[in-house]
Each structure stands twice: as C-alpha cells, then as structure tokens.
C-alpha cells in the first residue's frame, strides 16, 4: 500500500493542519480501524431498533468483543515474531469476515433500510430486523463464495498484445504469467502443482513470475514452492521480486528460484531470438527492495537495460504497477506486474488505487508503453476473493508487420 515515505510528505506538506497534529492521528489508524471493522456492524446488527431479547443481544454482543480482541491477538502471534501459522489463520481469517460484514453492514444498514422506508416496508423494529438478516446473509454467501474462490486453480485469461516493434518473426510469441501465489500459512502444495500443471498446458514460450512468491521464507515455504521448478517453457522462465520477498529472507527466494531453474532477473535482462527478431526481456528488483537494506538488491531499470539495443522491443517484469511511470520514460514496449490482487475483496480496489496507477488488466502509459497488470494467482492473508477472481495469464504477442501481411 502507500509508502511510509510518501505517507511522510503528504503529512508534511498537508495545508492548514499541524503535522505533528496529523501524525499521531496516523499513529492511532492501526488502532482505530480494528474497532471500526467490529463496532459499526455490532450496532447495525444488535442496536440498531432491533430490540432482540436481552440474552441475544449480550450473546452477539460478546461475539464482537471476542473478535475485536482476538483478531489482534491472533495477527500479532501469527505474523510477528512467533510466527505460528494457526494463529496466523485464525487473524487472517478474522480481519477477512470483518471487512466483509463491515461493508455490507454500511451499504444494507444504510440503502436497504432506506429503500425499506420508502416502500413502506414494515414497522421501525421489523424494518432493523430484515435489515440485520440481510447483512447477515449475504456476508454468509460472499464468504462461502470468496473461500471457494480464493482455494481454486485460477482460470487462464488470454489475451492479444499488439506491440509496434515486434518483429514478424516473434509474432504469435506466448507468455504466461503468474504471480502474488502468496504460499502461506495454509499449506497450499497440492494447489501449487495444480496451479503449475495449468501452466504447462499453455505451451508458452516464456513463463514469467512476478514476484510475492510467499509469506515466509524459503526454507518454510519450501514444499509449497517446489512444484514451481516443474514448470515448462519453451524458451526461459524468469522470476523477479516482490516486496514480500523482503520481509523474508529475499535472497533466499532468489536462490531457491534459481535452483528450481528459474532465471532470477535482478535489474538484468536477457534475449529471446526467433525468425531473426529479437525480444528483450528485464526485470528489476521490487520498489521496496533498497529501503530493506539487503546489499545490491534495489529498483535499477538502468541496469537492467545495459548493453540492450535501444531499437530492440523490450518485455520488462516489474512486480508493482507504479513502476510504470519509470518503464514509460524509458520507451518499455511492455511491462508485467501483479501486486494489486484486483482488490482481492470488494471494494477494497478504492484503497488499492490511492497506491497505484491501475488495479487489473491493459492500460497504456506514455507514448508507446502498455502495462500489464495481474490480479494474481494465489491470495494474501484472508482467504477469500470477492469480486477479484485470481488468474493465471496468457498473453500472445503480436507483431503489426506480421498482422499487415496476413
């Protein structure tokens, strides 16, 4: 999400505010937005003109404490130093539901309780209560549905990607790519090398990850990322990081891909030729990887590209979409990139856009640069998408000389 060092800026360079004033509001978001997520949809479901019985409202009201304690509590011993992947379940699991019943407690509370009223839909007390069954049942279906979702193979989204410097003899090149599978604390093995059977069934040319392999590190995730090296391509398959990565041990990814068989691109880039024509295909480092402080690891576009004919198309794997104001200033004919997960749960893509300059899909840049952007294959934290199905994605490169003459 957004950088702490932009975060920084936009507090010191807010009009009319204190900024001292404003960062310990910062301060206090972790901290408010927990009791947020479980006080609204306690109102709306319990005090909202319901007036259940006196048992079933304590009952339900000590469920939302429970969560609002727990979920903390379970994310700190899960995710922090003790790493424990059951806890780590538990609070990802819990801060899913929440936002889930959060947002639709605030869009039924408020449109269906009004669309009620306008219709003349029963008394003040019947009215809460439809509302209340409302929310509860649709968060019931979105999560029933989003689990499913998230646990699935993902289905390929294929797509044509016209690029004007493509010769004619790499026309019809095929790139898979993957990216954000996010190996976690549900052990997701067999996923893994279902995930890497779909891709071999794409015949590609060039399979491409885009970084955020898992949370953990290598040597914790390892049985989970091991299918990866039985992925096939006819030409390379190349990997670069995520900002995952670097809160893992990012070298030990980097290792590990290259023992699977994969080329870790690290602000390098190598040459696919085929028919006499030539595709460049770079990758950089993730955004974050300097401020992590791990030696030689950082974003160097520049590097990347050394010794590269400049006339040459070039496919550059980026992990966050961002970098594409950077790939656009240096005439990248194509740059892929994950990050976003689309979202992963409605409507959370709002927030996701504050951060980046696209969510999912093809978006043009610049005079000439097309962006890629994934939804992801996999999911982060809570186990559910909802309205951001996950993907595995085929692109096919087409060349206009060749289209011309065909």
Known sequence: ????????????????????????????????????????????????????????????????????????????????????????????????????????????????????????????????????????????????????????????????????????????????????????PLDRARWSARVCETVNGLEADLVCHTGDIADGTAERRRAQATPLGTVRAARARVYVTGNHEYYSEAQGWVDLMDELGWEPLRNRHLLLDNGGDTLVVAGVDDVTAESSGLAGHRAHLAGALQGADPDLPVLLLAHQPKFVDQAAAAGIDLQLSGHTHGGQIWPFHHLVRLDQPTVAGLSHHGARTLLYTSRGTGFWGPPFRVFAPSEITLLVLRSPQRSASS
């Open 1 to 184: 999400m957004t950088e702490a060092s932009e975060t920084r800026s936009a507090v010191q360079e807010a009009p009319g505010a204190s900024p001292s004033r404003l960062r310990r509001l910062m301060r206090h978001v972790p901290l408010i937005a927990p009791v947020l997520l479980f006080a609204v949809p306690c109102w709306v479901l319990l005090y909202g003109g319901q007036n259940w019985p006196l048992p079933a409202t304590l009952f339900g009201t000590g469920l939302f404490v429970l969560g609002l304690v727990g979920m903390p509590f379970a994310m700190a011993r899960g995710h922090g130093r003790r790493q424990q992947d059951r806890a780590a379940i538990v609070g990802d699991t819990l801060l899913g539901a929440s936002w889930v019943l959060f947002t639709w407690s605030v869009l039924l509370g408020v449109l269906l309780r009004l669309a009620l009223t306008v219709a003349g839909v029963g008394e003040g007390q019947d009215r809460a209560r439809i509302v209340t069954w409302a929310v509860l049942g649709v968060t019931a279906v979105l999560l029933g549905w989003g689990y499913a979702e998230a646990r699935r193979v993902p289905r390929v989204r294929r797509l044509e990607v016209r690029l004007p410097r493509l010769g004619p003899g790499l026309d019809g090149f095929r790139v898979a790519l993957i990216t954000d599978t996010h190996y976690g």
